[in-house]
């Protein structure tokens, strides 16, 4: 099933959620509504579900206007933040809900909803649960049985909403990538909301990095990350150095050329974009050591720019930050040199 948005728009007050957003989705694609707390990302979700109606523009399912199409007709799952399951109902009965309240003519026979059921909890490998109540459960398997639950009523469209948010990392880690052998198993179309770039890196097929209710830039998670289009989309997924003021590099990024440029002139650098070496050179800053911090297999070590306030980071491997240290001396106070192996800067900031 396809959704198709046009010029949508929404305003809470003087607050614009939705600002004449245009989005296609593909039938079968997983898509991530990616951006930070208040850039409109889950009301567009909303006004997708019906639970929201848009002050303008349109929604269609397939090429049919859902605009004004109530929830209960949109033949749409949704999945929460908390679950939202019945405390009072074993997991079967909770998995089976949408299928019990379905009027007669259209209410599956006992046997099939018996049949659906256990096939769906055995999709998400928590069958041996079925008689169990949902404070019985872990955060995790309480989010598996409540998508579970929105893939019994089989629905057109599949929408979540931050549905890793309550849970500890390495539960987040887990169910991500289960939730993408999820979906390619089922292969319903599939829209979630997060604020984790990890997150939306790892599962999504395509990524919609939004900002004040605006779509900055869509697109495969490697496009949006090594070619981001604007210097938000560029500053949100991931870390990065700021350098401001004269800066001339060749042969990287969007600065192919040896330039002068003025006093607001901004590179953009990512921390493992930057090489560590001990002599000068025309394409190199001064810079001196100030901390390092080991986590996991990467050292990220902190630098102290010559002449300017605040401080650069770069990004290495352990064992390479290792060898390093013992050919450089890198210890607090140590005086080297950084260059950059790529760049990026953007049009308006080259005019």
Sequence with gaps: MSIEIRNLSKRFGATVACDAIDLDIPPGELVALLGPSGCGKTTLLRIIAGL????????????????????????????????????????????????RVRPRARRPTRAEIQDRVMRLLKLVQLDWLAQRYPHQLSGGQRQRIALARALAVEPRVLLLDEPFGALDAKVRKELRRWLRRLHDEVQVTSVFVTHDQDEAMEVADRVVVMNQGRIEQQGSPDQVYDHPATPFVLQFLGDVNLFHGRFAHAGVGEASQQRAVGPDDVAYVRPHELEIVAGAGDDTWPVTLSQTLTVGPNTRIEFRRDGYDGFVDVELPRKEFAALRERLGLRPGARVHLRPRRVTRFASALA
């Design 52 to 99: 929201e109606v848009p002050d303008g523009g349109s929604v269609s399912f397939h090429g049919e206007d859902a605009t004004r199409t109530p929830v209960r007709n949109r033949n749409v799952g949704f999945v929460f933040q908390h679950y939202a399951l019945f405390g009072h109902m074993t997991i079967f009965e909770n998995v089976a809900f949408g299928l």
